[in-house]
């Protein structure tokens, strides 16, 4: 597993809600990454599960 790092914009339902959003996860694929990041965002700004929350920066692996 890789540690996976982010620091970019977030989108919720296509609309930019944070320009500026940091966050690190441990993952096995750069997809289940973006999918924990999406799911600690979630879970760090009160949004529900079912909100759409996409990250359109690049992940950077960090040793």
Known sequence: MN?????????EFGTCVATH????TMAA???KAKS???YQY?????RI???????PG???VVN
């Not at 540690?3 to 989108?11: E, H, L, R």
């Not at 959003?21 to 690190?24: D, H, S």
């Not at 979630?42 to 009160?46: G, I, S, V």
């Open 3 to 11: 540690k996976y790092a982010y620091d970019g914009p977030v989108m």
């Open 21 to 24: 959003w940091k966050g690190q």
């Open 29 to 31: 694929s750069e997809t």
């Open 36 to 38: 924990n990041l999406a």
């Open 42 to 46: 979630k879970k760090n700004n009160h």
């Open 49 to 55: 599960s079912s909100c759409k929350i996409s990250l």
């Open 58 to 60: 690049k992940l950077v």
